[in-house]
């Protein structure tokens, strides 16, 4: 007996509040020092299609990942957890019900594994449900139900069992349903309490809020029992709790897939599934040495960032884990745990150059850009209406930067922003369109790969990509950038005028030798992520 249940989610949706009580003013002997930066935003979002995935499983062991069929935007600028990227439409309303419905049957066929009760006797029917809120109810809330909230998830199984010729599962089943589409599972609010006697008006998060925004941040997931009782508890107050914790979440193999939701699109990996190639030109090329790519750059991104290992390194390191056709597009046996000399790091890996070139040539451009907007965080502006973006004839034998450069002094318009970006991408044109070293381009004409990073007056030239990745490996400002990006991905927003100082003092207390969790930690101990201007 099929039922649908929408008509009871209105039941918790539409009683209780979405972050709990109304904190009490926080004493300022709490706040751990001196605060000399302004209080920044914290708009409210939902959770984003990666980390419904996440959650789904680590709640009721589903790995379908249902929420793929959503879109997930991309930007120069935004991740896909940002506020504006999130809002609620029809569409995106009606997966969250019909998808609530089909995970909670499934869930009801695995309770015994799920649930830490399962079909019990009538008379223990109603503490088994208390059971069940007391632990898949309290990690989907990420906080302790409240009485209310108890009385009206016990009302929906009531009324549901009392229904003729329900059955328990079916109670079970629409308590579930009811969960997993209230307000206070599918959104994250950062409201805070009310900071007496601050300089300027300012809210510290609550410990509960906190613990959310550490493992979605962390984790791309909802906070595990050890973090829940921390908050509950009074141990995620201090500066220091935040920092034990955010060490204790980095320590779990979670933290590889939380990493992997902010690398995929800080690199823009995403973008590989959509990647075509001319195999006749490329004949390496398959849709399973572009999935075996993405998997090389993953676990390359993840084992440094797991590892300890510094952006330095990020940007550096050789070390590789290998397909067969995949060692064939890098010119090394499937045996080899290091890439040769000449590369170093992901920018020369194949998913990253593959993504950033057109099927049948490579893009300098395309290439420039993304170093210039995901590793030195400077916007690149679109091409002015109605420009020529062809690349014009030249007589005789050219390279594609010989026509590159004629292509801007035709088109004055673009090259104030070719300037910006083609110098950084030639770099790496001693990699073909799919990621393969050369020397030579077509029709036998030498490679050059020279190039220059560019800060205002300032210019930084280098001879290969493997000079261009050691460059921006100790640049100050591709550095700072990679803190911006990690600050932008757990702030759930793009950086205001307001963020600079803490993104100052963040970046301050950073040393040279800082690894990628060290970033981290730095940012989920800063004021901005602790603390947000009251709500008006």
């Known amino acids: 007996m099929r039922r649908s249940w929408l008509l009871f989610a209105c039941a918790l949706s539409c009683t209780g509040q979405i972050s709990g009580p109304i904190p009490a003013p926080v004493d300022p002997a709490v706040l751990d020092g001196p605060r000399t930066c302004r209080p920044v935003s914290a708009p409210m979002r939902a959770l984003t299609a990666r980390q419904y995935d996440v959650v789904v499983e680590d709640l009721l062991g589903d790995t379908t990942r249902p929420a793929q069929v959503l879109e997930r935007p991309s930007s120069e600028t935004r991740f896909d957890n940002h506020a504006d990227w999130v809002g609620m439409d029809e569409v995106r309303l009606r997966f969250y019900l019909r998808t609530a419905e089909t995970l909670a049957n499934a869930a009801v066929t695995r309770q015994a594994t799920l649930f830490p009760c399962a079909r019990p006797p009538t008379a223990q029917e109603e503490a088994c449900i208390g059971q069940i809120l007391d632990t898949f109810g309290r990690r989907a809330m990420r906080r302790t139900l409240n009485a209310e909230e108890r009385t009206s998830l016990l009302t929906v199984f009531r009324t549901v069992r009392a229904l003729p010729t329900a059955t328990y599962d079916e109670a079970l089943s629409a308590v579930v349903q009811v969960v997993l589409q209230s307000p206070q599972f599918l959104y994250v609010t950062e409201v805070g309490a009310s900071v007496s006697g601050a300089a300027r008006p ?35 107050v201090t500066v220091e709790d935040v920092s034990r914790e955010t060490r204790r979440l980095l320590a779990d193999p979670r933290a590889r897939t939380g990493y992997l939701h902010f690398a995929d699109q800080w690199l823009e990996v995403d973008a590989l599934g959509a990647v075509n190639k001319n195999t006749t030109l490329f004949p390496l090329w398959t849709a399973a040495l572009a999935t075996a790519s993405r998997t090389e750059l993953e676990t390359f991104a993840a084992d440094s960032f797991t590892g300890g290992k510094t952006y330095s390194q990020l940007l550096t390191d050789r070390a590789t884990t290998l397909t067969a056709p995949l060692a064939a597009a890098y010119g090394v046996s499937a045996t080899d745990q290091v890439l040769p000399a000449e590369r170093a790091g992901v920018l020369t890996r194949v998913a990253w150059l593959s993504t ?77 369109a799919m990621g393969v070293a050369r020397t030579t381009e077509a029709g036998g004409l030498p490679i050059d790969s020279t190039g220059e990073i560019t800060a205002g007056d300032a210019a930084t030239r280098f001879a290969s990509a ?20 990690v600050y932008r991905y757990a702030q759930g927003r793009t950086e205001s005028t307001k963020d600079r100082c803490h993104l100052d ?29 009251p709500l008006p």
């Not at 963040?506 to 603390?531: E, I, M, R």
Request: charged share 15%.
């Open 202 to 236: 300012t809210s510290k998060l609550e410990p509960l809020e906190v613990a959310t925004k550490l493992s979605l941040f962390l984790w791309g997931s909802v906070p595990d029992t050890a973090l829940l009782d921390a908050a509950e508890q009074g141990r995620l």
């Open 466 to 485: 493997a000079e261009l990745s050691q460059r921006l490996a100790v640049s100050p400002d591709a550095n700072r950038c990679y803190l911006t990006q």
């Open 356 to 432: 950033h070139a057109h099927p049948e040539q490579t893009s300098p451009t395309l290439r420039g850009k993304s170093i210039r907007t995901r590793l030195l965080c400077q916007n690149i502006a679109p091409p002015p209406p109605g420009v020529n973006v062809m690349l014009p004839n030249v007589t005789g034998p050219a390279t594609l930067r010989q026509r590159l450069a004629a292509h801007m002094v035709a088109s004055s318009s673009c090259y104030s922003c070719h300037v910006l970006m083609d110098p950084l991408g030639f770099g790496l044109e001693g990699f073909d």
């Open 505 to 533: 003092a963040a970046f301050t207390s950073l040393g040279a030798t800082a690894s990628l969790q060290d970033v981290a930690v730095a940012v989920t101990t800063s004021d901005a992520f602790l603390f947000r201007e």
